[in-house]
C-alpha cells in the first residue's frame, strides 16, 4: 500500500513535468517570435469531439482557427495559429476570440522566426500549463500524507519499564515534533510551487492577465490554508506540551482482556487543562475492487471513549498523570501481522484526547497489539 500511495506522487511529478514543457514553450513564443503587421485572411470556429460526460455523451469542444498574410523581405507569407499555444475550450471563448479578428482586419500577429507559416495573434499567456502544476500538487500531498501513514503506522513492541516490572511502555504512532515538522514541510512545498507558478505567470502576462489564471491562483492559495493551519495549530501545541507518554500492564492483548493504563503528559505550568479522554480503537484498511478500478478506504471497526479528567483539572507539578482501564471486546479483530499482504489490514491503538483551554486539543494513538483468541 505504501508503494500505491507514491504512485500519487510519481502521477503528480508525470503532469509537472508536461505543465513545465508546455510552460517553456509558451515562455519562448512570447520572448522570441517577431512581431508583424499582419492582415486576417480567415476567421473560423472549428468543432472537436470531446471527452464522455459523466451521462455518456461527448461534449465537443471548440478552437479559434485564424490565419494571416504578412509582408517579410518582400515576400507575401501566409501563416496560421491564434493563441500562444494550440487549445480548444467552450463554443464561447472560441467565438469571441473569432469576432475580435475578423476577415480583412490589420492587426498585429507574431510569427515563429524559424517558420514562418507559424504563429499566433492573441497575445495573452495562457494558465493552462501551469494548471498542470498546480492540480496535481493535490494528488502529491495526498499521496505524502498516505506515505507518512504508512511508513509511521507499524506497531512497534512494547519495551519494559525500568525499575518497573509488570509495566510495558508503548511509543506513539507520530510525534508531536514530526506532526509539526510535515505540517510546515507540506503548507512550505505548497505556497513554494504555487508562487513559483503564480509568479512566472504574472511575469509573462500583459495586461489584461487571464481571468481563470487570477481565479486559479486565489483556490489555489485557500486550499493551501489547510496545512498552513494544521501546522499553526501543531506549532502552538509545541509551546504547551510534549509527547504523551503511555505505560501498559499488558505487552499484548487477547480478546477480552482488561488493560491498565498509565498516562503521562508533561505540560506547562500556566497551560489550563480542562479534560482527558482515553480509549480503544480498531481501524481496518479495505480493499474494493469494482471492474478494473481498485479501491482503498479506512474504516472504523470498534471505538469505545472513557472520560478519565474533567475540567477543571488541578496540578501539583508540569506533568498530568492518569490511570484507567479498558477492555477489549470478546469479539476483537485480531491485528494484522508485520509484513501482512492481504485485506483488510487491522490496526489497534490506544487514543488519547487532551482538551486545553484557549487552545487546539491534543490527539495522539499508541499502536497495540491484539492477538487472536487462543
Known amino acids: 500500500m505504501k508503494a500505491f500511495a507514491w504512485i500519487f506522487v510519481g502521477v503528480a511529478g508525470i503532469f509537472m513535468v508536461v505543465g513545465i514543457g508546455m510552460i517553456a514553450n509558451q515562455a519562448k513564443k512570447l520572448r522570441t517570435w517577431d512581431p508583424v503587421e499582419a492582415t486576417i485572411l480567415s476567421s473560423r470556429v472549428q468543432q472537436h469531439a470531446g471527452s464522455s460526460s459523466s451521462s455518456g455523451n461527448r461534449q465537443p469542444t471548440y478552437s479559434p482557427e485564424i490565419t494571416f498574410r504578412y509582408q517579410r523581405d518582400n515576400r507575401t507569407i501566409e501563416a496560421s495559429g491564434a493563441t500562444t499555444l494550440s487549445a480548444s475550450s ?11 479578428f475578423p476577415a480583412g482586419k490589420v492587426v498585429t500577429a507574431w510569427v515563429d522566426p524559424e517558420n514562418p507559416a507559424r504563429g499566433f495573434v492573441v497575445r495573452q499567456a495562457s494558465f493552462f500549463p501551469y ?10 500531498m495526498v499521496g505524502i500524507l498516505a506515505s507518512s501513514q504508512f511508513r509511521t503506522g507499524a506497531t512497534q513492541p512494547a519495551t ?10 508503548i511509543k506513539p504512532l507520530q510525534s508531536l515534533a514530526r506532526q509539526h515538522t510535515g505540517a510546515w514541510r507540506l503548507a512550505i512545498g505548497w505556497f513554494a510551487v504555487g508562487g513559483a507558478a503564480g509568479g512566472h505567470f504574472l511575469w509573462i502576462s500583459e495586461p489584461p492577465v ?10 489555489y492559495g485557500a486550499i493551501g490554508l489547510i496545512p498552513l ?3 499553526i495549530r501543531r506549532f502552538l501545541l509545541t509551546r504547551l506540551l510534549s509527547d504523551a507518554q503511555v505505560v501498559v500492564d499488558k505487552p499484548a492483548l487477547k480478546p477480552g482482556d ?7 503528559q508533561p505540560v506547562r505550568p500556566d497551560a489550563v487543562i480542562t479534560g482527558l479522554s482515553l480509549g480503544l480503537r480498531c481501524r481496518q484498511m479495505v480493499r474494493r475492487r469494482s471492474g478494473n478500478k481498485t479501491s482503498y478506504s479506512m474504516a472504523t471497526a470498534y471505538e469505545e471513549w472513557v ?3 474533567k475540567a477543571p483539572v488541578a496540578r501539583s507539578n508540569r506533568a498530568l498523570e492518569a490511570t484507567t482501564t479498558l477492555t477489549i471486546p470478546a469479539e476483537a479483530i485480531p491485528s494484522s501481522p508485520a509484513g501482512f499482504k492481504g485485506y483488510p489490514k487491522t490496526s489497534w491503538m490506544i487514543i488519547a484526547n487532551l482538551e486545553i483551554a484557549g487552545n487546539p486539543d491534543y490527539h495522539s494513538s499508541f499502536p497495540v497489539t491484539v492477538q487472536g483468541a487462543e
Do not use: Q
Open 307 to 309: 472520560p478519565v479528567l
Open 210 to 219: 487571464e481571468r481563470f489564471g487570477v481565479i486559479s491562483l486565489c483556490v
Open 258 to 264: 482488561t488493560i491498565t493504563i498509565a498516562y503521562r
Open 160 to 169: 519494559a519499564v525500568k525499575d518497573a516490572p509488570g509495566w510495558f511502555t
Open 90 to 100: 467552450s463554443s464561447s471563448w472560441a467565438h469571441n476570440i473569432v469576432r475580435r
Open 131 to 140: 494548471f498542470f502544476i498546480l492540480f496535481p500538487m493535490i494528488f502529491a
Open 229 to 231: 493551519v494544521i501546522a
